[in-house]
């Protein structure tokens, strides 16, 4: 799948000094996740029920 033309998003709490933040790009079917300090890595492909499932899943850190 070809991603070159995709409109990555982050959080906008995420700030400009990196952290652990990953992109999200919206795509037919399914939603892209990638790291946003590296991307040119790996990106997950997940589908909206996946991603959703996944972060209802995680632990809340406040």
Partial sequence: MDLNDVTWRKASRSGENGGNCVELAG?????????????DGPVLLLTRTVLRTAVQSA???Y
């Fill in 27 to 39: 795509l037919p079917g399914v939603v892209a996740v990638r790291d946003s300090k590296d991307p």
């Fill in 59 to 61: 632990p809340r850190t």
